[in-house]
Nanobody, 121 residues
Framework: QVYLVESGGGLVQAGASLRLSCAASGRTGSAYAMGWFRQASGKEREFVAAVSNKGNIRYADFVKGRFTVSRAENTLALQMKSLEPEDTATYYC?????????????????WGKGTLVTVSS
């Protein structure tokens, strides 16, 4: 089992920046991917950014350079800038122990409870 705890969400105005953090514990001795997904009200959970089990970074197309994901051992961060109202969602941290990019199509094996980001106009 892997336990994931997100932090850093909040209410900001359009154009502002936020930094989200995720701490993992439990089954963390093997190589695994860590990443961020988000889910807006009434929408399906969607991929944002992740670091694979081999250290490769992938971003969703909508990021367009605004977000930066970084990983250090069992911690994961997402630096977000130029936030837009469309970014409003609950952001979830995930961990995956399968093949390198399985999570890109099917989500991750483990999830945190999420942290809410609200961007006002």
């Amino acid at each position: 089992q892997v336990y994931l705890v997100e932090s850093g969400g909040g209410l900001v105005q359009a154009g502002a920046s936020l930094r989200l953090s995720c701490a993992a514990s439990g089954r963390t001795g093997s190589a695994y991917a860590m990443g961020w997904f988000r889910q807006a009200s009434g929408k399906e959970r969607e991929f944002v950014a992740a670091v694979s089990n081999k250290g490769n970074i992938r971003y969703a197309d909508f990021v367009k350079g605004r977000f930066t994901v970084s990983r250090a051992e069992n911690t994961l961060a997402l630096q977000m800038k130029s936030l837009e109202p469309e970014d409003t969602a609950t952001y979830y941290c995930g961990a995956d122990f399968r093949d390198e990019y399985t999570w890109l199509e099917y989500g991750m094996d483990y999830w945190g409870k999420g942290t809410l980001v609200t961007v006002s106009s």
